[in-house]
């Protein structure tokens, strides 16, 4: 009788060990499906038939939700979590609980294993769920990330003006080289037609090729200072 009523108290008691033992982890943030692992050790020389159960089963996808244990076995559930709005002020009530029985030796049907069980033979655990959205992780990141290209950019606001003040400021000079040339040339253009000698004459080509070559050099530092 002793030994009877040893074993009929031990049925009450979860035979399988959960990894987590309490508490189902979510992490987030949940804009697409969150996955969490349950793992179920059968340390008994029994089978095992499981099954996993929670309060709100719209929002979970539960991979296997049910099945059997070999002994000494271990079977990993994975607990999928549906995309929905985070609300950091509104704590989770869902649960999940695991419930067992030793299987039967002429086990057939799962389903009428359930519905024949007694209330005594059953056993349970309870888990609860927590979200967890890792704004403590996110702050110094954004921190860090802000630091970096903050600084940064005023040193280069620096280099970048000193660098348009010597481009702009040879630009004008270039632009007046180009005209104070190109005032000779036209000179030089009236005296030829009005034959004033050969020698001027002759003297044309060379400012124009400096107009030309003055003229690639604005062009050279205008592209340089648009890029």
Not at 13 to 20: C, G, N, S
Not at 146 to 169: I, Q, V
Request: charge should be positive.
């Amino acid at each position: 009788m002793c030994a009877a009523g040893g074993a009929n108290m031990s049925k009450h008691e979860q035979i399988l060990v959960l990894d987590p033992p309490h508490e189902l982890k979510f992490k987030g943030p949940f804009t697409d499906v969150v996955t969490t692992n349950l793992k179920l050790r059968n340390p008994s020389d029994k089978k095992v038939c499981f099954k996993v159960k929670t309060t709100a089963p719209r929002r979970y996808c539960v991979r296997p939700n049910s099945g059997t244990i070999d002994p000494g076995a271990t079977v990993t559930v994975s607990v999928m979590l549906q995309p929905f709005d985070y609300d950091p002020n509104e704590k989770s009530k869902h649960k999940f609980m695991v419930q067992t029985i030793f299987a039967p030796s002429n086990i057939t049907d799962m389903e009428t294993v359930w519905k024949e069980a007694k209330p005594d033979d059953l056993m349970d655990s309870k888990l609860k769920c927590v979200f967890d959205m890792p704004h403590e992780h996110e702050k110094p990141s954004h921190e860090s990330t802000k630091l970096f290209t903050c600084l940064p950019t005023k040193g280069s606001a620096s280099m970048d003006d000193t660098e348009t003040r010597k481009l702009m400021e040879e630009c004008k000079r270039l632009q007046s080289e180009m005209i104070k040339l190109s005032d000779e040339n036209q000179l030089l253009k009236e005296e030829r037609r009005k034959g004033r000698g050969m020698l001027k004459d002759q003297g044309n080509p060379i400012p124009s090729l400096l107009v030309v070559i003055a003229a690639i050099f604005i062009g050279f530092f205008l592209g340089k200072f648009i890029l």
